[in-house]
């Protein structure tokens, strides 16, 4: 059941974007409109995973709001009081029934809100480096600042299940004394358990789907128990929820899908697991039929591939550009060329190579480069 719809103003990267953002009664969906009636990168929260809070006018706009969950937060902007009004009480009113249906008790994970990059010329940590084209920004993904590369050169496992890139500040309050230690809930790693996961972590992709980092920290912490790091987090809890099976889904559909269970739920005449189950039903049906896209071979025989491609570690599901590709986390990039060392273009493997945009490098994993 549809609750509410409307048009809001999101802190993106770069500043303000709108958004248009519909509430459910279980879910929110929100995309950047392209049209009368469409939209495109839609994302969805489930409500059972989410928090809402206000925020207070100032010089950065009024009739402010946070949405947060454990896949992304950010603040948004409605045009007026009444509205901020309605969004606020609506969204904590179903939070609180979603929550309750589904037996969910404990705190919610959440991610932390980033500063925007117009807002920062200088580190926020005690250096105050000015940020030039060659010393970039990063932010933090405990506390959301935005540092320098110097500052932020060191990892944590927070409620992704993987190492992602902290400022030293918050390395030091989730228990790293020292850039080489990796604690866990039993103590202090070994230095060969150091060494090991110091070296695995060298592969991994520092982004996510709203980052423009780049670079490899070289330093991973094992976050400790919630309770023991509980204040020295602004937003983000230690312990990783599990996933459902629905959030798992949500997260590899396409632009398309994404709409098109949007539309089920809008009408009200099936839940959102529904009409999840429907939508796999018919691409399954499809897929035995024969109708497979022709454009490549199907994800499962991506490592038979020997054309130029990389692998997604992060979605780019917001992105903030008409010439800027959408993709999920561990989609397979057919890469066309090569922008710069920051960006890449090619398309999803399966779509119709017309579809092909930008994306940053610091998302993908490269299989196969484009040669020189």
């Known amino acids: 059941m549809l609750v509410q719809e409307g048009t809001v103003q999101k802190v993106c990267r770069k500043g303000l974007q709108a958004r248009q953002l519909f509430l459910f009664c279980d879910i929110i969906v929100y995309g950047t409109p392209v049209g009368k009636d469409k939209y495109k990168s839609q994302a969805i929260l489930e409500l059972r995973g989410c928090a809402i809070a206000n925020v207070e006018d100032s010089a950065d706009g009024a009739n402010g709001f946070t949405i947060q969950s454990g896949k992304k937060s950010f603040v948004a902007y409605a045009s007026t009081r009444t509205e901020k009004a309605e969004w606020v009480a609506n969204i904590t009113r179903f939070i609180e029934l979603s929550r309750t249906a589904a037996g969910v008790t404990e705190p919610v994970a959440t991610r932390a809100v980033w500063v925007s990059d117009k807002k920062v010329k200088q580190c926020m940590m ?28 060191v990892k944590a496992i927070l409620n992704q299940q993987k190492p992602e890139r902290v ?18 809930s039993k103590g202090v790693a070994s230095t060969e358990t150091v060494k090991s996961k110091a070296a695995d972590d060298d592969s991994d992709s520092d982004s996510d789907s709203s980052s423009d980092d780049e670079g490899e920290p070289t330093a991973v912490i094992a976050g400790s128990s919630a309770a023991a790091v509980a204040g020295a987090r602004d937003s983000v809890t230690v312990e990783a929820p599990d996933l459902t099976n629905s959030e798992r889904s949500m997260h590899a ?48 025989d991506a490592a ?21 590709l959408t993709f999920a986390e561990d989609d397979v990039i057919i890469l066309t060329g090569k922008v710069n060392d920051e960006w890449l273009a090619g398309y999803v493997q399966g779509a119709d190579p017309s579809t092909k945009g930008i994306f940053p490098a610091a998302f993908v994993e490269i299989v196969i480069p484009v040669p020189e």
């Open 304 to 324: 038979k591939l020997t054309v130029p491609h990389c692998v997604a570690q992060y979605a780019n599901d917001d992105p903030e550009g008409d010439d800027e």
């Open 126 to 153: 005690n250096c105050g480096a000015n940020f030039t084209l060659v010393n970039r920004r990063h932010h933090c993904r405990n506390c959301g600042k935005c540092v320098c590369g110097k500052c932020s050169n």
């Open 253 to 300: 559909m396409s632009d398309s899908d994404r709409m098109e269970l949007m539309e089920m739920v809008k009408s009200g005449t099936m839940t959102m697991d529904e009409a999840m189950a429907k939508i796999d039903k018919k691409k399954s049906a499809t897929a035995t039929a024969g109708g497979s896209n022709p454009f490549e071979a199907p994800k499962a």
């Open 167 to 184: 400022c030293t500040m918050c390395h030091r309050k989730l228990g790293g004394l020292a850039p080489s230690d990796v604690p866990d």
